[in-house]
T-cell receptor, first 112, second 109 residues
């Protein structure tokens, strides 16, 4: 089945540790996105990538890093520089130039 | 002020009621999306529209470009409709989305 997978669903880390969230899609989509969701707020864009080996900062990129070495994969690293990393993280993808995005199931990160 | 505003924030309805969720936006858009987020967190796209009206089953979405306003209607609501409904606007290039804060709907028996 085609879709977007994110793993793990729940992730716990100690403060000060970097953590990498996985996002894989087999939809052959060119563009991929990472969003953060906090209670009472709309989803906010962290990073996006329109093509392999290229990515751009979104609205809240500080404390995060990404890579896009393969079309189907867009991992997000939450670094120790991110002041409030506890949140729900959603990955999405779309065809190039198309408005409709398809979302993964999300990863809930808790930093203790 | 958010570029995309939704109302109400929370909505409780009894099974069978007609439900309306509103979305206003202050930016130029290429498309307006309605998304559904279930308690587990996964998001599915319900509608994407740039004009007029779309219908899928008991769900209807409308948009008024001049007034920068969209509505999502649910007819004959059912407890399984309980979810968070999110309005999002496609703005600019790169298919970027600007999201509303969501409307939490609870439908009771």
């Amino acid at each position: 089945d085609g879709g977007i997978t994110q793993s793990p669903k729940y992730l716990f880390r100690k403060e000060g540790q970097n953590v990498t969230l996985s996002c894989e899609q087999n939809l052959n989509h060119d563009a991929m996105y990472w969003y953060r969701q906090d209670p009472g707020q709309g989803l906010r864009l962290i990073y996006y990538s329109q093509i392999v080996n290229d990515f751009q900062k979104g609205d809240i990129a500080e404390g995060y890093s990404v890579s896009r070495e393969k079309k189907e994969s867009f991992p997000l690293t939450v670094t120790s520089a991110q002041k409030n990393p506890t949140a729900f993280y959603l990955c999405a993808s779309s065809l190039a130039g198309h408005n409709e995005q398809f979302f993964g199931p999300g990863t809930r990160l808790t930093v203790l | 002020k958010n570029e995309v505003e939704q109302s109400p924030q929370n909505l409780t309805a009894q099974e069978g009621e007609f439900i309306t969720i509103n979305c206003s936006y202050s930016v130029g858009i290429s498309a307006l999306h309605w998304l559904q987020q279930h308690p587990g967190g996964g998001i599915v796209s319900l509608f994407m529209l740039s004009s007029g009206k779309k219908k899928h089953g008991r769900l209807i979405a409308t948009i008024n470009i001049q007034e920068k306003h969209s509505s999502l209607h649910i007819t004959a609501s059912h407890p399984r409709d309980s979810a968070v409904y999110i309005c999002a606007a496609s703005t600019g290039t790169a298919s970027k989305l600007t999201f509303g804060t969501g409307t939490r709907l609870q439908v009771t028996l």
